[in-house]
């Protein structure tokens, strides 16, 4: 075993001392049910040896009580040994589960840039269930396996010395073929883990895209690219099967080779030493008991080295680093209700991608006073989602810095800052719950939610006449992402979760863009209630939504080109002008 999976398995340890109660009780019956195993051909060599000379005759009713009283014990040993080990399992996975939950609530945003939400679900859902490899397999096989082999090992030595010599071969020859196949096993398994995340993908792209995979008869082309991961699953699959399936069969060969030796040096002792039938059959029956713990512990390499690469996908996962460290949240300054004033200073930025690539900002600076609304424009790639992307703090600036009320971002704790900001995008996301729910989302729970507040949102988002419509009003389900919602009723209902949060900063992404004319004549029509008062950020292509902007921001190459009011950039005749002329020639 290398450092790699010492330090997985050390970390899994850590996890089981809570339980070490339940761990102990469980040892201790599975020691019972290893005992047991000793006993059966303890009870042949005195059966054997006396009870057919008619030396047991007054004491013979005995036995078949006695295997039947070993039998209950062995039973009720292994049904307590299971059943605690499972609730120490399933209370470590509980554990595993939510601390893996909870660093993927908390890590950076470019960690979900470089990981697909499949691959995440694969982790945290299924390959967490692997460690069972690890924790079942192992403390079943290594201890009570380990206890029966060390039992049948001392009473074959007890019996016959020199027989036992022979038996004792298999040990070295075992260990030796499971560290040649260890490696093998080790690489399949990754491969595997790899290709069952990218199978789920597909699944997931097919599954939220299915409305462009029928309109478009794409689905033999995603039939074939499903069918091509998942025979390469399957002949991993089996590759790993044949690699671990070795160890058995070998296990068995290497065991059968060593009774025949047994055998023969056996019929060579009781011409010579006088060995009795009933010795001789207690140690047979002794040396095919130990053959199946054997078998076992051979066995356990497959699932071990499965659970140990499940070990590294999810530590791995639990290690991501925080947004925000605790020990630094502890010196960063609190913020209960910002004013809204904002302010960039020579604020760059680039993203973590290939060498020489242009940044997505150059010393951008601009000052935005509270309660101002500020328009985005400019053209595709020009930095405006970048730039409204840098206040919530899903990404820092490469330089420079920006102050919201005078106080630098990295200044104020990560809460509070989001605190102060609402978003409404193009690109509407909603959760498969209630309608209430989802306006006052983030609240702690069904009774955390002030409905009164949440209608009074709805009215205000012009949703108040589909309230009066659904059967459960503002109870409603609204199926997955809002699947049961009209676009513009969507669109809404995100502006009515803004308008329930009540932030001081308002920043609106293409919240417009994709509707009709009514749709957004009654979508625009609740921006306006909700950006009354607030200073809003506005991302904008269609430049007739922005021209009563107390100012617009033309950005292009990640630089500000032109800043000014819709009429002094039109009489500036530059960039916006030429966009503006464009639009409405197109209009």
């Known amino acids: 075993m290398n450092a790699q999976d010492r330090t997985a398995l050390n970390r899994l340890i850590t996890y089981l001392k809570p339980h070490i109660r339940l761990i102990i009780g469980s040892l201790a019956a599975m020691a019972v049910v290893a005992a047991t195993e000793t006993s059966i051909p303890a009870l042949m060599k005195p059966l054997l040896d006396r009870g057919f000379t008619g030396q047991l005759d007054s004491k013979l009713w005995q036995v078949p009580l006695f295997l039947v009283g070993l039998a209950v014990v062995r039973s009720m040993a292994q049904f307590l040994s299971n059943y605690l080990l499972t609730r120490v399992i399933n209370s470590v996975l509980l554990k595993l589960r939510e601390q893996m939950f909870h660093t993927l609530l908390h890590a950076k945003t470019t960690f979900f840039q470089k990981n697909s939400a499949s691959s995440l679900i694969n ?4 390959e967490v269930n692997n460690i069972l490899s690890i924790m079942g397999g192992m403390l079943i096989s290594l201890v009570r396996d380990s206890l029966t082999v060390i039992g ?5 030595i007890y019996l016959n010395w020199q027989l036992t010599m022979v038996v004792l071969i298999i040990f070295p020859v075992i260990a030796l073929i499971m560290s040649k196949i260890n490696k093998r096993l080790r690489s399949l398994n990754r491969e595997q883990q790899t290709l069952t995340s990218e199978l789920a993908y597909i699944v997931e792209e097919a599954a939220a895209g299915y409305k462009i995979m029928k309109v478009h008869g794409a689905e033999q082309y995603e039939m074939s690219r499903f069918l091509e991961k998942a025979e390469r699953l399957r002949q991993f699959a089996l590759k790993s099967a044949v690699a671990g399936g070795l160890n058995q069969p070998i296990t068995q060969l290497i065991a059968s080779m060593a009774l025949s030796i047994v055998l023969v040096i056996a019929l060579m002792q009781s011409a010579t030493e006088g060995t009795t039938v009933g010795g001789f059959a207690a140690f047979v029956t002794a040396m095919m ?15 071990l080295q499965r659970g140990l690469t499940a070990a590294e996908m999810i530590f791995g996962l639990m290690d991501e680093p925080f947004e925000e460290a605790e020990e630094r949240r502890q010196n960063m300054k609190s913020l209960d209700k910002a004013k809204g004033g904002i302010r960039f200073e020579d604020v760059g930025f680039s993203y973590e991608q290939e060498a020489g690539r242009q940044d997505a900002l150059h010393k951008i600076n601009l000052t935005i006073k509270p309660g101002e ?19 919530p703090r899903f990404y820092k600036p490469s330089s420079g810095h920006i102050f919201l009320d005078d106080i630098p971002l990295e200044d104020i704790i990560l809460a509070d800052i989001r605190k102060q900001i609402a978003f409404v995008s193009q690109d509407v996301i909603l959760f498969n719950d209630t309608i209430a729910a989802n306006v006052a989302y983030g609240a702690a729970g069904q009774e955390g939610i002030d409905r009164g ?7 205000a988002a012009n949703l ?7 059967p459960e009003g503002i109870d409603s389900m609204i199926g997955d992402n809002g699947n049961r919602l009209s676009g513009g009723q969507r669109q809404r209902l995100a502006i009515a979760r803004a308008i329930y949060k009540n932030a001081p900063i308002l920043i609106l992404d293409e919240a417009t863009s994709a509707l009709d004319s009514e749709s957004e004549r009654q979508v625009q029509d609740a921006l306006d209630r909700l950006m009354a008062g607030r200073t809003t950020l506005v991302i904008a292509h269609r430049l007739s939504t922005i021209e009563h902007a107390d100012r617009i921001v033309v950005l292009e190459h990640g630089q500000i080109v032109e800043n000014g009011s819709h009429e002094d950039l039109i009489k500036k005749d530059g960039l916006y002008a030429n966009l503006h002329r464009i639009q409405f020639s197109n209009a």
């Open 123 to 126: 982790a945290v859902v299924f």
């Open 152 to 156: 049948l090992m001392g009473y074959l």
């Open 289 to 303: 008991l130990v053959i199946s713990p054997l078998k076992h512990l051979a066995d356990i390499n497959q699932p």
């Open 373 to 391: 609304i500020v328009a985005f424009v400019g053209p595709s790639g020009g930095g405006k989602s970048t730039l409204v992307n840098l206040l």
């Open 453 to 459: 507040r949440a209608m009074e949102a709805l009215e």
């Open 464 to 470: 108040g006449a589909l309230i009066k419509e659904l």
